[in-house]
């Protein structure tokens, strides 16, 4: 008897559109978050997610460091790319930062790291940006491969108080000639918006800016109305807000999820027609949780969402 040979490829589903193929392209090697608590609901992520998928790991401020390395080590026995946080603010010193660096690599094989300021007003510790942070020499020393750092398509208002761009603006042209002096990859993960036009408008400024980073573009994932509208708020995006109060006027969607399938289709036919667009990547924020998120893509992505786990005979 021939042994059978197994493939990994989307199951064909009539009741799915056909696949959109400029969303698929972009939806290519797509990242995505979760806490340690919110990992801890997922019984096996390769059940959701593609084999080799960026797994940021938030570190929010009371999060135990055992915990985030915990979360670490499953996602890269589970054959993921796990990239934690490192909140400039919550970091106390340079021993501190050290020692993560350490235990991420030696517990849990990471090699990569989200470097940013975080949200705690008051600093902890030695450390106010992540520029501080990358200046300290910790991750090339602990043999980290990626770093990325925070971009804001419509601005920060923790950063830029008046509204404005200029800080958030010099902190990239910073990163971008930071970039030249590690042997890390670099890229730029961005906020969350709802609408393409902004981001367009952002990722072709920074260009002719000469700040040539890769972008991932953040993304929430589906979602209620109100729990957006909530992280939106928090989060301080700008006028792609405008998409959710639109939303909230019409009677018929209200009680029907958030997708974000319009934002991210448009953003796919910019880049194919703009094969130069800065966005090369999506990175989702799971607002409405990991699986609703996950879902979204499997139906949406054709190969590029095909969990690990999907199996089928030829």
Not at 102 to 129: C, F, K, N, W
Not at 191 to 202: E, G, L, M, N, S
Not at 261 to 278: I, M, Q, R, W, Y
Request: glycine share 8%; charged share 25%.
């Amino acid at each position: 008897m021939a042994l059978l040979n197994f493939r990994t490829r989307e199951k064909p589903n009539p009741s799915r559109p056909p696949v959109n193929r400029d969303l698929e392209a972009l939806l290519h090697g797509y990242s995505i978050e979760v806490m340690p608590r919110t990992a801890e609901k997922v019984d096996n992520f390769r059940d959701l997610l593609p084999a080799g998928t960026r797994v940021y790991i938030a570190h929010i401020e009371g999060t135990p460091i055992a915990d985030m390395v915990a979360t670490a080590r499953r996602l890269t026995d589970e054959g993921f790319a796990p990239m934690p946080h490192f909140p400039a603010r919550i970091i106390a010193d340079r021993a501190m930062l050290r020692d993560w660096t350490a235990r991420y690599a030696g517990e849990a094989g990471v090699d990569q790291a989200l470097v940013i300021a975080g949200g705690v007003g008051t600093p902890h510790g030695d450390y106010d940006s992540a520029m501080q942070l990358l200046e300290t020499g910790e991750f090339d020393r602990a043999g980290f491969t990626r770093l990325h750092v925070a971009g804001h398509p419509e601005g920060n208002r923790d950063i830029d108080p008046d509204g404005g761009r200029a800080n958030v603006d010099a902190a990239l042209r910073w990163k971008q000639k930071f970039s030249d002096t590690t042997d890390a990859q670099m890229a730029i993960a961005t906020q969350f918006a709802f609408d393409a036009a902004p981001i367009i408008k952002w990722a072709d400024a920074l260009r002719e800016a000469g700040i040539t980073l890769p972008i991932h573009i953040g993304i929430a994932g589906p979602a209620k109305l109100q729990t957006l509208i909530k992280f939106a708020i928090a989060c301080g995006v700008g006028p792609s807000m405008k998409v959710l109060q639109k939303r909230a006027r019409d009677v018929t969607k209200l009680l029907v999820p958030y997708e974000p399938t319009e934002v991210v289709s448009a953003l796919a036919a910019h880049k194919a027609a703009n094969p130069d667009f800065g966005v090369e990547h999506v990175h989702f924020f799971p607002l409405g949780g990991i699986k609703a998120n996950a879902q979204w893509a499997i139906d949406n992505g054709g190969a590029a969402g095909t969990p690990a786990n999907t199996r089928e005979t030829a």
